[in-house]
């Protein structure tokens, strides 16, 4: 699949691909990015990955990577449950996905996506201990839905969630997304947009690609990373966001499937889904049907926070662009 290159104002007409993306500790070109037929397959079954966003504010006219700690901490906490090493430390992934976003100059929100594996088509069947892991680093224009308005409709899938001792679902291992690629496939089948996997005690445990939140009597209650989630950058930032600025408690908890059908308000939220307001669950309307209350002020904050209008949690963005500028400046300085 393709992606289309967000340009600067006055700049060529736009890619149908990036130029570069990072492989091994050097940009190259997109089309000599190229590795042979025979290496398909085996790579994807220990390949870990991150979603990580990047948001433009038209106001400084920069672009910052949000939480990229975080996301570089869970990275490598997903390579060390593969039993996978890096070549890198985080300072190099750090300046090598800050350098992807300059080398494709772009000026809107963007998705960026590491990910490491185990090169030299070692088969999937073969036990592999402690060894370093290729990485490769794209990013694609991906504009942000936050504001948009819409809800969700969801179900709660047949197809329950893997657990810890079959498939660790806190690495974000791109073999585990089968697990929610199943459970998409069955809500889109059945007329929905996303299905919520109840895990082996049929308890709630998230949405496919998305953590869940339910809001009951002004309390926002999400299950616990021992449901079998992810454990979620933007999960801990909403949680962040509702008890430091909205004024509404979190608690972890377990959430039963019923809860979902009486609850205020329900939302899914993530990398790449953002936050998302459910108007339905099993057809079962949830609050009035639109966008509650609390969703639309979380939603309000985490737009102004990604894109750096918030002075209190600025530290959560990397800017691209003003990094450089900076570092240029001091050199020729």
């Known amino acids: 699949m ?8 006055g700049s060529t007409p736009a890619r149908e691909t990036p130029r570069y993306l990072w492989r091994s500790g050097e940009l190259v070109e997109w089309d000599k990015a190229t590795v042979h037929v025979s290496m398909l397959g085996w790579t994807a079954i220990s390949a870990v990955f991150e979603g990580i966003r990047a948001y433009w504010d038209p106001q400084t006219e920069d672009l910052y990577i949000f939480h990229l700690d975080a996301h570089l901490k869970r990275l490598f906490q997903s390579m060390k449950i593969m039993r996978m090493t890096s070549p890198f430390d985080r300072d190099q992934l750090q300046e090598a996905i800050s350098s992807v976003l300059r080398a494709n100059e772009y000026a809107g929100d963007v998705y960026v996506q590491p990910m490491a594996y185990f090169g030299g088509g070692i088969p999937g069947y073969l036990a592999v201990l402690e060894r370093p892991g290729e990485v490769v680093i794209t990013a694609r224009p991906s504009p942000s839905n936050l504001g948009n308005g819409k809800v969700a409709s969801c179900n709660v899938s047949s197809w329950n969630r893997i657990s810890d001792n079959v498939m660790p679902p806190r690495a ?6 089968q697990n929610s690629r199943y459970v998409s496939t069955e809500s889109q089948a059945n007329g929905y947009d996303f299905g919520i996997i109840l895990n082996q005690q049929g308890k709630v445990s998230e949405a496919s690609y998305a953590c869940i939140y339910i809001l009951r009597d002004g309390v926002a209650i999400t299950p616990p990373v021992s449901s079998g989630i992810l454990e979620s950058v933007t999960r801990q930032v909403v949680k962040e966001l509702c008890e430091n600025d909205l004024g509404v408690p979190v608690v972890e908890r377990e959430v039963e499937r019923t809860e979902l059908y009486i609850a205020d308000e329900v939302f899914i939220c993530g990398t790449a889904v953002e936050i998302q307001a459910v108007g339905s669950v099993d057809k079962y309307q949830v609050g009035d049907g639109g966008v509650g209350p609390v969703v639309s002020r979380l939603t309000d904050l985490f737009e102004r926070v990604v894109r750096n209008q918030e002075h209190s949690y600025t530290e959560w963005c990397t ?6 500028n900076t570092l240029t ?5």
């Open 2 to 9: 393709t992606s289309q290159k967000v340009e600067k104002p």
């Open 172 to 177: 974000k291992a791109i073999t585990n997304y």
């Open 319 to 324: 800017p691209v662009y003003e990094k450089a």
């Open 329 to 333: 400046s001091t050199s020729k300085g």
